[in-house]
T-cell receptor, first 114, second 113 residues
């Protein structure tokens, strides 16, 4: 069965622009979480969506937002890009986000802000 | 609040040697603990997890970890390193489930012939 698909794999954007990243979870999975990975801060939790509702949120500014569609696909948006937003953005899907199911990670979208 | 400390940003071993990657955690509630591996330009792959029950957890690729509550540790070991084990390893903790993981900064494992 297909894994978690993130598109695009690579992006280059200019400061001040906005960007939208997409994550298609494994079929049947309803929980999608987003993480930001940078050399300095490591892996940090952004937010989690379950059945189209944001269930948990990390400590990121409001420029970072997301949504989930009825087919469980999720998008995250970053507005007014800053150089510090350059990172690998990973999404993970699981059946319900609980301990009884494993989270599977996509390969990530590498965003470079210039 | 939870946190994870991984001792050593880089660990070097020879092929066939013991692998020991250290992880200490802080959690205000009984934690769920995980080890993930990341190969270059890839996402994360779950190696093993501790939820409840047996404190010695066996994972994939010959890795295992022991949950020691008194030491707040969850160190990852493998008896004999293989070249293919070279990757970055992340320890993570959660109180709520897979959906909200708090990761350590990672340890890069280097394996020399």
């Amino acid at each position: 069965k297909a894994g978690v698909t993130q598109t695009p794999r690579y992006l280059i954007k200019t400061r001040g622009q906005q960007v939208t990243l997409s994550c298609s979870p494994i079929s049947g999975h309803r929980s999608v979480s987003w993480y930001q990975q940078t050399p300095g801060q490591g892996l940090q939790f952004l937010f989690e969506y379950f059945s189209e509702t944001q269930r948990n949120k990390g400590n990121f500014p409001g420029r970072f937002s997301g949504r989930q569609f009825s087919n469980s696909r999720s998008e995250m948006n970053v507005s007014t890009l800053e150089l510090g937003d350059s990172a690998l953005y990973l999404c993970a899907s699981s059946l319900n986000g609980g301990m009884n199911t494993e989270a599977f990670f996509g390969q990530g979208t590498r965003l470079t802000v210039v | 609040a939870q946190s994870v400390t991984q001792l050593g940003s880089h660990v070097s071993v020879s092929e066939g040697a013991l692998v020991l990657l250290r992880c200490n955690y802080s959690s205000s509630v009984p934690p769920y603990l995980f080890w993930y591996v990341q190969y270059p330009n890839q996402g994360l792959q779950l190696l093993l997890k501790y939820t409840t029950g047996a404190t010695l957890v066996k994972g994939i690729n010959g890795f295992e970890a022991e949950f020691k509550k008194s030491e707040t540790s969850f160190h990852l070991t493998k008896p004999s390193a293989h070249m293919s084990d070279a990757a970055e390893y992340f320890c993570a903790v959660s109180a709520a489930g897979y959906s909200t993981l708090t990761f350590g900064k990672g340890t890069m494992l280097l394996v020399s012939p």
